[in-house]
């Protein structure tokens, strides 16, 4: 479908290129080399997308941008194309509330476009890099679900990629990030320190590329802070590259209960049921939501350790939640001998899946001893439950490396 565009560039040669290219794919293009007759046209009569340089004589793109969104165009879509490559002046464009920032580039014109269209993508990417919990189990028994720990990833229109956990999953969804070539922006959200939710962060490949920029977001352990949990296991000691090597752009953010605005989407977390502070993560942009919740145990009606309350809360947290991602160690056999250990049994997790009324649930962190049949086995079991039951949530279970795409 074509596009309006407007280009705001006081070098000639490079509003020429870009509006060819444009117009070649039969998008309407109009090209300003004045930012203050742009912001005048743009007022009256707002194209679908503006592409800005920084360096403009009588208005920067930053400010364009800045007055833009407090004219209330927050439809509108903004991308600054520049030929500066500092980190200061994209973090000053997309907090003024650029969609993207784009280098300039004359010898690979096709990755301009490609990233300047991507901007009217909708659609979210989630990918499921290793869906186990405790430690990994290769072998033959866990090729169809995988054998790596936990680490999904969630990829937004605007390129942001959300990485919760880092398990051995992580050095595969950094493979596939670096065969993307371009610089990443992203989030790792954290649940906990546990082993097997932090101990592969040092073998995610994109922390060491400069250029690079990632937050990394968690709950503190008393006195120490998130961003000595992850220091302390690149120490030099047990592993040989500190965090001070690393060559992408680092910060951290602690977080407690709330509502946060992470990237491009707001997020909102709660305290679950596990040993130590572990944080459950519900994800909403768009109309689409994406709850993580692992570890966490769910006790039985039964127990002296069950919760009304808490059955209560996180009902409402997941509560029509197009996906639900979550702990679901256990069949309710083998349950009994693991009361206390932080994990949940099929049934409960069924139960609290119905209740909130939970569109797609995915069974996950599962155990070592459960191999794909035995995973085959419990999502059988969890279909006829559902359906025995009215429910109307759809149980799954991910493929290793599976990907998933949704509308936004």
Known sequence: MSKRFFIIDDDESVLLVLKSMLEAQG???????SSVKALEDILLDPPDCVLTDIMMPEMDGVELCRQLREAG???????????????????????????????????????MMQDIMSVFSESLSLGFWGCRGTMP????????????TACVSLTFPDGHVFVFDAGTGIHRLGAHLMRMGKELTGTLLLSH????????????????IPGNQFEIVGSRHADISLEQLVA??????HF?????????RISYRELGEGTYTIGPAQVRTMLLCHPGYCLGYRVQFGRRSICYVTDNELFPPDSESYSAAYFKMLSEFVHEADILITDTSYFDDEYPKRIGWGHSALSRVLEIATVAQVKDLYLYHHVPEHDDEAIDRMLQEAHKRLRDSGSETVCKAALAEEMIVLQA
């Open 27 to 33: 998008h309407i293009v109009t090209g300003y080399s």
């Open 73 to 111: 165009l927050h439809k509108l879509r903004i991308l600054v194309v520049s030929a500066k490559i500092y980190h200061t002046d994209k973090e000053r464009a997309l907090a003024a509330g650029a969609n993207g920032f784009i280098s300039k580039s004359r010898s690979h014109p096709d990755q």
């Open 240 to 248: 040989p590259i500190t965090p001070r090597e690393l060559g992408a």
């Open 193 to 208: 320190p546990h082993w097997d939710h932090i101990n592969y962060l040092p073998f995610f490949t994109p922390l060491f």
């Open 137 to 148: 189990v290769p072998g033959a028994g866990t090729i169809r679900y995988g054998g790596n």
């Open 232 to 237: 302390n296991q690149m120490d030099g000691v």
